[in-house]
């Protein structure tokens, strides 16, 4: 039951040009989404976040679309650095009025930046 | 920069053994949480804790697993008789204050060999 789905397992790009990673959600209880980083044997980072109140944010390099009708969103990365090769988790969760939610995961995308 | 710490880093053991994983939240975050990621699949959520007890838990979090803050600053996962199938790198994570309009921040994580 992939509830947060992420559907390229890899995607390569040039340094200097636009990443764009997507996920698509199939929850409508979700309100809440997150993007996070991660590097082997470390934990995931957080990166950025959007409320369903917004269809943007913005975040230095990083911007998240939200479009709720689609159930969809999308991480920009511009201009990609070499550092940004990693795997990106999407992640989302619920308003559930009170409590501690845990966040639903992707299975993530294996960025490469090439130079 | 304020950062979750896991004990140990890699963690071996026998069917059958229990284990303790341990995790040091960021100082004032109010919710904690622990996770899995199994080789080769998504991170997944197991419990959230709050107020000294559990907050919300997945199908994962069965009887063999607890949760416990057993004072000011640690915060622990124990599997009372581990898998096989238990081997995975658990990450713990803390937020101010519920995951909804507020970041997860993740631990380095714990991989978790099970024999």
């Known amino acids: 039951d992939q509830q947060v789905k992420q559907n390229s397992p890899s995607l390569s790009v040039q340094e200097g040009r636009i990443s764009i990673l997507n996920c698509d959600y199939t929850?409508?209880?979700?309100?809440?989404f997150l993007w996070y980083k991660k590097y082997p044997a470390e934990g995931p980072t957080f990166l950025i976040s959007i409320s369903s109140i917004k269809d943007k944010n913005e975040d230095g390099r990083f911007t998240v679309f939200l479009n709720k009708s689609a159930k969809h969103l999308s991480l920009h990365i511009v201009p990609s650095q070499p550092g940004d090769s990693a795997v990106y988790f999407c992640a989302a969760s619920p308003y559930s009025g009170g409590g501690a939610d845990g966040l639903t995961f992707g299975k993530g995308t294996h960025l490469i930046i090439q130079p | 920069e304020p950062e979750v710490t896991q004990t140990p880093s890699h963690q071996v053991t026998q069917m059958g053994q229990e284990v303790i994983l341990r995790c040091v939240p960021i100082s004032n975050h109010l919710y904690f949480y622990w996770y899995r990621q199994i080789l080769g699949q998504k991170v997944e959520f197991l419990v959230s804790f709050y107020n000294n007890e559990i907050s919300e838990k997945s199908e994962i979090f069965d009887d063999q697993f607890s949760v416990e803050r057993p004072d000011g600053s640690n915060f622990t996962l124990k599997i009372r008789s581990t898998k096989l199938e238990d081997s995975a790198m658990y990450f713990c994570?803390?937020?101010?204050?519920?995951?909804?309009?507020?970041?997860?921040?993740f631990g380095p994580g714990t991989r978790l060999t099970v024999l």
């Open positions: 929850n409508s209880m979700f309100d809440y």
């Open positions: 994570a803390s937020s101010v204050r519920r995951s909804s309009y507020n970041e997860q921040f």
